[in-house]
């Protein structure tokens, strides 16, 4: 994986405060990373760092937009992204004899740093911006977005499952009071 070097802070010759950067994040992104279940994304990562004595407190805000396929009907449609995240970075003299697996929001690099590489918390917050479940919305008349064919396809599925007469089932109905 090479290395993102825009996405390297030098914290060293920071002050002690808050500091903010902002992020364009494209698909060419990505490209470390293999591939991913959505394309043509066009995200701002704002970064707030705020620098005390030992430790940093990072703010993530991520926006903007994805291409995704609709689980309903297939076809792809642009989700907005938008979330928040913070991430604590705390300096100690060993950082991989702390526990990794207690508190994801918690991080540690050595002492003897002086850079902090942030892409891979960028990535891992714009994927976690993308919902697991992606349906179109609806439109500004509360209709769904989707491909009214398939919608309808669906429901003549849906009519037909229903209506069968499975043997398989016919035992059971003995039970569906109960």
Not at 47 to 73: H, M, P, W, Y
Request: proline residues 5%.
């Amino acid at each position: 994986m090479k290395q993102l070097r825009e996405f390297d802070i030098a914290f060293v010759g920071l002050t002690p405060g808050v500091h903010s950067f902002q992020y364009q994040i494209t698909d060419s992104f990505f490209e470390n990373y293999g591939p991913q279940d959505f394309t043509n994304c066009n995200a701002t990562v704002k970064l707030q760092l705020d620098k005390k004595s030992n430790f940093f407190l990072l703010k993530f805000e991520i926006g903007g937009t994805a291409t995704v396929n609709c689980d309903r009907c297939g076809e792809a449609f642009e989700l907005q992204l938008w979330d928040d995240f913070n991430q604590v970075v705390k300096m100690v003299e060993n950082p991989e004899e702390m526990p990794e697996d207690e508190d994801p929001e918690v991080s540690y690099i050595s002492k003897t740093e002086s850079h902090l590489h942030v892409a891979g918390w960028i990535y891992e917050f714009i994927n976690l911006s993308i919902p697991m479940q992606r349906i179109h919305p609806n439109d500004s008349n509360g209709n769904s977005g989707c491909n009214p064919k398939v919608l309808e396809m669906l429901e003549k599925m849906h009519q037909q499952v229903k209506d069968s007469d499975n043997p398989i089932w016919k035992g059971l109905e003995k039970f569906k009071d109960n």
